[in-house]
């Protein structure tokens, strides 16, 4: 049995709610994430002191967290964070950068799965490192393709209750019952940094208030897809592509996900 998702419908939602999305993300990332979310119509937050976390948390749509740059003070802040998102069912994203580098990280992203995130967006390899299949990539990069890490996030989604999306060349997204995957993208995407970073907060926006997460989801990676393939045609490289990529997703209306469409199938 199939279904499909309208990703226009989704988008027009979030540009007319404009949703608060308090991000605790990488020092990397923070002016790329802000822009990004800026452009797809949604309002970012950069909120990561421990003293406010848990407040702030409480009054956003949705909350982003990636464990790029940790330290101490951060990781407590996202606890405080994720178990305030939990207590008022705010959704939120779990980005587990890196997740199988090393030992701080895996004991930080166990701890955050069990406040239990709405959904949890990775790279195969990490995907795969958080549920002990592979060392989880090379630093901040995949070692494995989207396809491969299938079997891992299914066992992830039913595990966790998340929705589970892993990016890549080809993205896959499922919640233990369905699964969709996305094509599109530019080569050029992987040489701007903060990109997969800043898609987490896409994410984000198109979960707060959605009825439907999973869509929502796989919504929210088709628009960025349908971004990456219109950014690409004009751009000369990466410095070029990370400007009009910005222009894309500000530009992507009905009209430019016209047709996209995507099959649902069910598992």
Not at 116 to 145: C, F, H, K, W
Not at 177 to 204: D, N, Y
Request: aromatic share 4%; glycine share 10%; net charge negative.
């Amino acid at each position: 049995m199939m279904t499909t998702v309208n990703p226009a419908l989704h988008l027009a939602r979030v540009r007319e709610t404009s949703p608060l999305i308090h991000n605790i993300t990488n020092f990397v990332a923070m002016n790329s994430m802000a822009n990004v979310l800026l452009a797809i119509g949604a309002s970012p937050a950069m909120v990561h002191a421990r003293e406010e976390a848990g407040e702030f948390a409480g009054l956003a749509q949705a909350l982003t967290i990636n464990i790029g740059t940790l330290s101490p003070h951060w990781v407590d802040a996202m606890i405080e964070a994720a178990s305030a998102a939990q207590t008022t069912g705010t959704p939120w994203v779990l980005d587990p950068v890196a997740v199988g580098a090393t030992t701080y990280r895996r004991q930080t992203a166990r701890q955050l799965v069990a406040l239990s995130p709405t959904v949890i967006r990775g790279n195969a390899s990490e995907i795969m490192a958080l549920v002990n299949q592979s060392s989880g990539g090379r630093g901040v990069d995949s070692t494995d393709a989207a396809d491969s890490a299938l079997d891992a996030a299914l066992q992830l989604a039913r595990q966790t209750g998340a929705v589970v999306a892993v990016t890549g060349e080809q993205d896959i997204v499922t919640d233990g019952q369905r699964l969709a995957r996305i094509e599109g993208g530019h080569p050029l995407m992987p040489k701007v940094t903060t990109l997969g970073c800043s898609l987490t907060g896409v994410v984000a926006a198109f979960i707060a208030d959605a009825e439907d997460i999973f869509a929502a989801t796989v919504a929210a990676l088709d628009g960025y897809a349908a971004a990456g393939e219109r950014a690409g045609k004009d751009a000369k490289g990466p410095g070029s592509f990370s400007v009009a990529f910005l222009d894309a997703l500000h530009g992507l209306d009905a009209g430019a996900l016209s047709g996209r469409h995507l099959e649902i199938e069910h598992v």
